[in-house]
């Protein structure tokens, strides 16, 4: 029941928070701009609070660079829209799957922060929506969050990469900076109708550079930034990989 009432009240939540969002966000800017995720970012923030959530950050300065560039994260639930906020830099829209527009006011507040909502069924016309994106990242100086597994996934693991992430980079050439987020598996888990509080250790990884890469290296890319995320978030979850080290690399953020 305590399953229940908590995930029934982070949506009650999540409406709520984006009904007043909303109000605040036109009041403030007018209509959709990507200036209203820092309003959404100060609601968001709050929810940790009401389910004991804690963040452990690493290398977050690393997204501070005012320059465009596309994040690519793993996605294990809608628990990660708080994972997000926590470290969501200026300037940044994110890629979501378009049922989420359908959503109420989840809807239009995701609409009036600039988010891009694509048909995951439909990839040629996903494909020229982040195209659209490619175009205008640079000359808006704007940063594009992705998640590359392109679905939830609750398994201890990554799942294979989409590849329309890197398309975007390499036709932007602007850098791919992974970010990963420890396994909630300790305190979060539908199956078993578990969710208590918990700590969740996020860690920025260094830029990966695209300059000069074309779409022949994406393949290469891809595999890169999957191998790099899929071992730090082994490390992170403490999960011994297979050569059995974990532990993370730099230090907390102060
Ligand atoms: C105030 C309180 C509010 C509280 C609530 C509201 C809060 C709001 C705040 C904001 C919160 C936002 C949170 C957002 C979270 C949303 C999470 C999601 O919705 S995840 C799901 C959506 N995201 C994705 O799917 C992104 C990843 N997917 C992709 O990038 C895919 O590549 C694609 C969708 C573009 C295409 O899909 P698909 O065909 O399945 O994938 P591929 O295998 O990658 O590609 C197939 C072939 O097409 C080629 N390809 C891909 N892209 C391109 C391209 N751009 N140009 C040319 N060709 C491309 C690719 O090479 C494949 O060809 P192949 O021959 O097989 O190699
Ligand atoms: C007054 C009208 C109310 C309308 C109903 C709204 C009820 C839903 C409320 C909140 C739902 C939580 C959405 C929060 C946004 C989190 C975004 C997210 O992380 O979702 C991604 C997830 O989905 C991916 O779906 P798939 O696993 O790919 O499939």
Known sequence: ANFYFRIGSYCVLCVVFSAVACVVCVLCHGGRT???????????????YFY?????TYG?????DDKPCVIISNHQSILDMMGLME??????IQIAKRELFYMGPVGLIMYLGGVIFINRKRTSAAMSAMEEVGNTLVQENLKVWI???GTRNESYDLLPFKKGAFYLAVQAQVPVIPVVYSSFSS??????KIFTS??????????????GLTVTDIP????????VMRETFFRLSNKPNENGTNGPTSQPMQ
Not at 52 to 56: A, H, R, S, V
Not at 220 to 227: F, I, M, P, Q, V
Request: glycine share 4%; proline share 6%; with cysteine.
């Open 60 to 64: 977050e300065e690393k997204l501070h």
């Open 87 to 92: 470290v969501l830099p200026r300037n940044c």
């Open 220 to 227: 290469k890319l891809l595999e890169t930034c999957h191998s």
């Open 198 to 211: 918990g700590k969740i250790k996020v860690e920025v990884l260094d830029p990966i550079k695209t300059e």
């Open 52 to 56: 004991g959530i804690q963040f452990e």
């Open 147 to 149: 998640y590359p597994e």
């Open 187 to 192: 305190f979060y888990h539908p199956e078993k």
């Open 34 to 48: 990507v200036r209203n995720m820092s309003i959404i970012k100060r609601f968001v923030r709050i929810f940790k």
